[in-house]
Structure formats: C-alpha cells, structure tokens
C-alpha cells in the first residue's frame, strides 16, 4: 500500500493528521498512543468542516492554559526516547525533529544541540509531529510520495518577530524538492508540514496510485479566497513497473547519451546500458528501461525509432524502495547534504551529495573525493 499527499494548497502538521484521520485513523487510537508520550495539558478534537466546496476533517490540538514552551532538540529527542511509543513511532518522530533542527541550525549558523524550536517547542507541534509518525505505522505505507510544494509570498508572525513567507526554516527544508508557485499572500506551508514531508516522502513530484482505496481530507484553520485551503491523502496500489529490453549490436555509439535523454523525457524512471557479447559472439549493448505501465508503449515507440533494433521485450516486475533522509553536516570544507538509505531503523547507505561536493570542490581548489570523504566523516561523527 502507498500514499501520495496532493499539496494544491499547501501543508502543515494539522493538515496532515487531518487527512489521515478522514481516511480512516481513529481519533481513539491517535489519543491512546499519544498518551504514550506523557505529555500533558491539552486536548484533541475532530471537526467535519468545509473549506470552499471540500469537506474533510479539521484537527485540533486544544490546550488547557499556556504552554508556549522554548524546547531544545536534545530534550524533544530525550522525551521520545524515554516515552512507551512504539519503536518505528520514536525513529519516525525524532528523525522529523532531526530534519527541523538542522533546518533551523542552518538558518541560524549554529549547532542543532543549540536549537530551540520556539513554535515546535508548544505541546500542539509536537502532538503534530509524533502523530503523524503515529498514523504512518498505523496504516503500515510500503512508500510515501508526495506533489511539488505550492510556494506562497508576504509576511508572518512567529518567536523571531516577522518572518517572510515561506519562513527560512522551511526553505532549508524544502532545498532539492519541486516546488510551483501560488498567488496566496499568507503562509501555506508550515516548517511542521515540510519537515515533516521531506523526512517520510521517497519521490516528489508524481502520483503513481493506480487503484485508489482510500482518500482523505485535512483542513487548515486559515480561510483563503484563492484556494480551498485543504491537504488531499490518496492510499491505494501503486502502478506496477516495466521493464523494456533491447539488444543493440550496430548503432553509433554517440547516439546513446541523446537516446537516455529522449526515454527520459517520454516518462521513464530509469536507463541502463550494459555490455553483452551476441549468439555471434559480436560485442552488443542491451538497453534497459524502468517504466510505469502507462508510459509502455510511448517509449517502445521511442526506442524502435531512434535505435537499430529491431524489436524489444518486456516484462512487469516489482521494485522495493529504501526510506530516504538528507542531512546536512558540517565539514571542513563546508556544508554538505548527505543523502540516508534506510530500511526501517537500520541505516544501510550513506552518499554525500554529489552535486554539493563538486560544487565546494571546484570552489575550494581540493580533491572531490576529499570532500565526499571528510562528509561521510562528519555524518558518522553526528550520528
């Protein structure tokens, strides 16, 4: 089972649980584990609302007296550890926090042990944060994907005084991610919801829900004349994949590179070329593309039309997605993002960056794999 998140009009926290709950997480079962967290002072409530002609579920964190609270990453991360959640509840929850801590360290030049979140602190944005983590092992996602981010404009109120919209976190955040502009003058996207989107999301950009089972609506607090201000969830079955082959014995070799370009373009997710010695024993190429079944027959077209070949093969197969992070360490050099390979808890790949350390590397006037070498370093240290 997959997820998608369509954000026409934005996301935040709330949002998120929001349409989680409308799909089909019980409110009981969002309080009992929540309850877990032995955290105090506020209730949960569930509204059916409407925002324009789209009804969905407005979630709320309503908290008895002040809790505006200035909290450390370090003490978010003792608290989760410390709580009765669930183990892929706590990884989920402190690697969000993990995201929003080095975003705001970033933007302030400092060290995430010297981050305090300020808004992230208060009880209502760490009920959003664990609870979304909550609804993820809920409904057990094999991947999570989500649409380009909606970029607004003006101004907002926050624990630094008046910050331009989208606030600096919340750029850091979304760094590498697609992103489309809105005509909405007020914050759409909130730290929370980027956070939290860039630590659980493996793809952004595409939808590849074949059959859709479940969908669910989460609604803002804000009223906007431009956009219902809404987060759509759609759960389902993902499309399958294909595999299209071709052998390839007597082609110009300088036609490959503007052949990858051209399938990729047409939609597909990935080419490969490999070496492959012929019944003839003739040096060849096979040509091998990942596709969505939709996209099939176009890049068969493609393929028969800008190659020698004279046929191809094809076949459906199944692919499994590790869950990816991307951190920021610090390095001698500068900063670089570091991309997380993760199956569950269990870290099974690190790589810097590429495009990052080529970039330091020509500036610093120092060896690329100095640089890959000295972040993979400080990734180890931070960890």
């Known amino acids: 089972m997959i997820a998608y998140f369509d954000c026409y009009s934005g996301v935040a926290g709330d949002m998120i649980i929001g349409a989680m709950l409308d799909a089909g997480l019980p ?40 809790h505006h609270r200035h909290t450390g990453f370090k003490d978010i991360k003792r608290m989760i550890s410390s709580s009765r959640l669930s183990s892929p509840a706590k990884d989920i929850s402190t690697a969000i926090f993990e995201t929003l801590g080095l975003a705001e360290a970033h933007v302030h030049r400092t060290s995430i042990d010297k981050v305090h979140f300020h808004e992230v602190g208060a009880i209502d944005s760490i009920v959003d944060i664990v609870g979304a983590a909550i609804g993820i092992e809920y409904f057990g996602f094999d991947s999570i994907y989500a649409s380009e981010i909606p970029m607004s404009r003006g101004w907002v109120k926050c624990g630094h005084g008046r910050m331009p919209v989208p606030a600096p976190a919340t750029l850091e955040i979304l760094k590498g991610v697609p992103v489309i502009s809105s005509s909405v003058k007020d914050e759409i996207v909130t730290p929370t919801g980027a956070a939290i989107l860039r630590t659980i999301v493996a793809e952004f950009g595409i939808n590849p829900v074949s059959k859709i089972k479940k969908v669910g609506y989460g609604l803002g607090d804000k009223v906007f004349k431009e956009i219902p201000n809404s987060l759509r969830l759609l759960i389902g079955e993902g499309e399958p994949l294909v595999v299209i082959e071709a052998n390839i014995d007597d082609m110009n070799p300088q036609i490959y590179e503007y052949l990858i370009e051209r399938l990729l373009e047409k939609g597909a997710v990935d080419v490969t070329i490999s070496p492959a010695l012929m019944k003839k024993r003739r040096p060849a190429s096979i040509l091998s593309v990942l596709c969505r079944d939709h996209d099939r027959d176009g890049l068969v077209r493609t393929i028969l039309e800008e190659t020698t070949s004279l046929g191809v093969r094809h076949y459906r197969v199944e692919r499994k997605i590790l869950e990816r992070e991307f951190k920021v360490v610090r390095t001698k050099f500068g900063n670089v993002t570091v991309k997380i390979a993760k199956d569950g808890k269990n870290v099974l790949n690190v790589s810097p960056e590429y495009e990052d350390c080529k970039k330091i590397a020509r500036i610093r006037k120092v060896p690329l794999k100095n640089v890959m070498l000295e972040a993979l370093n400080a990734w180890k240290r931070s960890d």
């Open 27 to 66: 409110i009981n079962y969002l309080k009992k584990q929540l309850n877990r967290l032995s955290l105090h002072g506020y209730d949960l409530s569930r509204k059916i609302e409407r925002r324009g002609m789209i009804g969905g579920v407005n979630f709320q964190v309503r908290l008895s007296g002040q």
